[in-house]
């Protein structure tokens, strides 16, 4: 199988109530694995080889030939390319498109695995965290975040397989609706319009709008970068090499500081590959900065620390940020409104999903995560500062204990009883840093956003919670018998249930991440001294390397940042 779940025994302490651990739970882990643990890459390239004669002339023992002329070099020590592009996430799959679209021979290395089918299924997207998909990264503890997880770390998933993040996201924003939308996240919809939120594209000119949110899916289905760039070429243009569990260690530079290619691990052992042209990193935003570092390009002093001789003195790992919110304020919904179903039910409609030809079933829909809204705090503002996006659960289980449940978050998202809205500030001013491992500069890095350092942090966050709570008196809610739970969560016991207290009290305990750390390889002009890109994504200092990924967003945008930045990339 090519994907492979999170491990269950592992994450489940013994004797807990929780569904995800229960035999149910087991079984359907498994079960969906079987169905969806394959990858239509690899079975495409098995049958590929299956029909190659052996007669094309690239043919010999350094290559692997499959029909329709496609080939794919591997076990060679050197090989030349225009480009090579490291990541193949968002960003990477697009520029080697466009590359490959223009006649250039472009190599497109990527660390983890090809694509496996259950990214594309938007009701079990949960269960990617955590598993072989995900580089499960965590945030190292600034005391005054993340304080009711585990180590006072949040979790930061990341996409590590063919489509990157954009394979494992929640798939907000783009291309059409989800088919299937459930009479909750309708409810969350028309009470934000009943508060004065205008039912309109929040993605048009004017952000103040709530709606259904938009998806890059099509018929039922996740359409990631890899799906949308890379398939459609992959195995028809020559002048394309995809080189999967291919992880970049480095980036060559010479000594007239011209990056001139890469070193590369693939099943233990080392590879070289050399660029006539450029090197471009797409690796994201915690891995373009490593790899950077790793090569020589970062703070001097931090570098030759940990005994990396420095190329370039540049801000890399700076800036580190992210949209920032929390998990607490929990709507429940009462039986009859619920949408929780039996266990043969869930059975039967995963089954449908798969076998049927047209997928709109709840399978197909992604729970309340699309029910979203964007306000300005104070008028004055020059953008919305809050966005609300939705988060669903079962309520008693979530309600035990909340840092647990979200970290074993396998459950199929159509299937809950109440709604945890989360109150997102979208221009947070706390910055953070992302420095090499200091024991293993290879491994994972230390990533320190350093969430709500900054007091005024809380201000749209406390604003934004008395607006959302004021939804309890729309008739939206009141039709379907919807109401704010009033039980507090462990850690915050002494405050008044929603008080600014008590709000404070909940971001800091459970803060969450949507999940778009930005900044750390900032873009910005000649003279910008903590830019590490020019306004081309031109590294500065080193000639013919580029980084085209969210990690060279100088400022994090105020919506969904995927397709935005993509463009530019
Ligand atoms: C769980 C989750 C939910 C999200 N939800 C949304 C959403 O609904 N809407 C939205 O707009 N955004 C969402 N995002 C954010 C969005 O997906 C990212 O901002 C976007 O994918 C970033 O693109 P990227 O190209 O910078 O990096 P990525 O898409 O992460 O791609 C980086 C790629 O590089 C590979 N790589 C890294 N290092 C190396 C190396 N050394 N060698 C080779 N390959 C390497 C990685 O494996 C990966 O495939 C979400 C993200 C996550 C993780």
Redesign the pocket.
């Known amino acids: 199988m090519v994907w492979e779940p999170l491990n269950l025994t592992q994450v489940c302490p013994a004797h807990t109530q929780q569904t995800a651990c229960s035999p149910f739970g087991y079984v359907l882990l498994n079960f969906i694995t079987q169905l969806f643990g394959d990858s239509v890459d690899r079975r495409v390239q098995e049958s590929l080889r299956k029909l190659d004669n052996g007669d094309s002339e690239n043919c010999n023992q350094n290559y692997t030939c499959y029909g329709d002329g496609y080939t794919e070099s591997y076990e060679r020590e050197r090989d030349d390319y225009d480009f090579i592009v490291?990541?193949?996430?968002?960003?990477?799959c697009v520029v080697t498109n466009r590359l490959v679209e223009n006649n250039y021979k472009v190599l497109l290395?990527?660390?983890?695995d090809e694509q496996p089918d259950i990214t594309l299924v938007p009701g079990l997207s949960t269960s990617f965290?955590g598993s072989n998909i995900d580089?499960q990264y965590y945030t190292a503890p600034n005391g005054k975040s993340c304080l009711g997880r585990e180590g006072q770390r949040c979790s930061w998933?990341?996409?590590?397989?063919?489509?990157?993040?954009?394979s494992?996201?929640?798939?907000?924003?783009y291309v059409s609706h989800l088919p299937y939308i459930d009479r909750p996240s309708f409810m969350m919809t028309k009470a934000f319009t009943e508060r004065g939120i205008p039912l309109a594209d929040f993605n048009g000119a004017n952000q103040f709008a709530t709606m259904q949110g938009q998806t890059f899916t099509l018929h039922g289905e996740r359409i990631s970068?890899n799906y949308a760039y890379i398939q459609p070429i992959r195995y028809k243009r020559k002048n394309l090499t995809v080189k999967v569990k291919?992880?970049?260690?480095k980036v060559l530079i010479d000594e007239n500081k011209r990056a001139y290619g890469v070193i590369?691990e693939k099943n233990g052992r080392r590879y070289t590959a050399v660029a006539k042209n450029e090197v471009i990193v797409?690796?994201?935003?915690i891995?373009s900065p490593k790899?950077l570092m790793l090569s020589g390009i970062g703070p001097k002093s931090h570098l030759e620390s940990l005994g990396i001789h420095s190329i370039a003195n540049l801000d890399v790992g700076y800036n580190l940020h992210d949209h920032v919110t929390f998990n607490g304020y929990a709507i429940h919904l009462p039986k009859g409104n619920s949408t929780l179903v039996d266990e043969k039910t869930i059975i039967n409609d995963i089954l449908d999903y798969k076998l049927g030809k047209v997928k709109n079933g709840p399978i197909s829909g992604n729970g309340a995560v699309n029910s979203i809204a964007f306000i300005k705090t104070e008028p004055y503002l020059p953008a919305e500062d809050i966005q609300y996006q939705c988060y669903n659960v079962i309520l008693k289980e979530y309600l035990s204990n909340p840092a647990l449940y979200e970290s074993i978050s396998t459950y199929p998202t159509p299937y809950y009883d109440a709604i945890v809205p989360r109150t997102m500030n979208v221009a947070p001013e706390s910055r953070g840093r992302l420095y090499l491992n200091k024991t293993n500069p290879n491994g994972y890095p230390y990533i320190y956003p350093n969430y709500l350092d900054k007091k005024e942090d809380f201000v749209p966050i406390i604003k934004g919670v008395k607006f959302l709570l004021s939804l309890e008196n729309t008739k939206a809610f009141k039709d379907m018998g919807a109401y704010f739970s009033r039980e507090k969560l462990p850690g915050c016991k002494e405050y008044e249930w929603g008080s600014d207290e008590y709000t404070v009290c909940l971001t800091r305990t459970y803060t969450s991440s949507?999940?778009?750390p930005v900044g750390t390889c900032k873009m910005g002009p000649v003279g910008d001294k903590t830019a590490v890109v020019d306004p081309r994504l031109r590294v500065y200092g080193v000639a013919n390397l580029r980084v085209i990924?969210?990690?060279i967003m100088p400022v994090v945008y105020e919506r969904?940042?995927?397709?935005d930045r993509r463009k530019r990339?």
Do not use: F
């Open positions: 490291v990541g193949a996430g968002a960003a990477g290395l990527e660390a983890g965290l580089w998933p990341r996409g590590k397989t063919m489509g990157g993040s954009s494992i996201n929640s798939m907000s924003y970068a291919s992880e970049v260690t590369y797409s690796g994201g935003a891995n790899l949507p999940y778009h990924d969210a990690s969904a940042i995927y397709y990339g």
